[in-house]
């Protein structure tokens, strides 16, 4: 089993910054993949970061150029730094991690980003 806890979240104006933290506990070395996900009011909950075990990166192309995944393996933690922020970037921010021999998945239990125009 792994723990997936989130903190970071808040409200903030256009064009500001936030970054967002994840730190696992618990089966940690069966992690392969972490990564943050997004689901605005409304919507359905979409892929935002991915930072996958030996450094990959992926960052949908909403976010590109403004948002950066990194991963402290010494800390378990994945942070999510968010620059450049915009109003369509609201929404409640899961933390997910994806164990590497069962492709199981853990979900954090959230936290809400809320940016103002």
């Known amino acids: 089993q792994v723990q997936l806890v989130e903190s970071g979240g808040g409200l903030v104006q256009a064009g500001g910054s936030l970054r967002l933290s994840c730190a696992a506990s618990?089966?940690?070395?069966?992690?392969?993949?972490m990564g943050w996900y997004r689901q605005a009011p409304g919507k359905e909950r979409e892929l935002v970061a991915n930072h996958i075990s030996g450094g990959s990166t992926y960052l949908a192309d909403s976010v590109k150029g403004r948002f950066t995944i990194s991963r402290d393996n010494a800390k378990n933690t994945v942070y999510l730094q968010m620059n450049s922020l915009k109003p369509e970037d609201t929404g409640v921010y899961y933390c997910?991690?994806?164990?590497?021999?069962?492709?199981?998945?853990?979900w954090g239990q959230g936290t809400l980003v809320t940016v103002s125009s």
């Open positions: 997910n991690a994806i164990a590497l021999w069962t492709g199981e998945a853990y």
């Open positions: 618990g089966s940690i070395s069966s992690i392969n993949r």
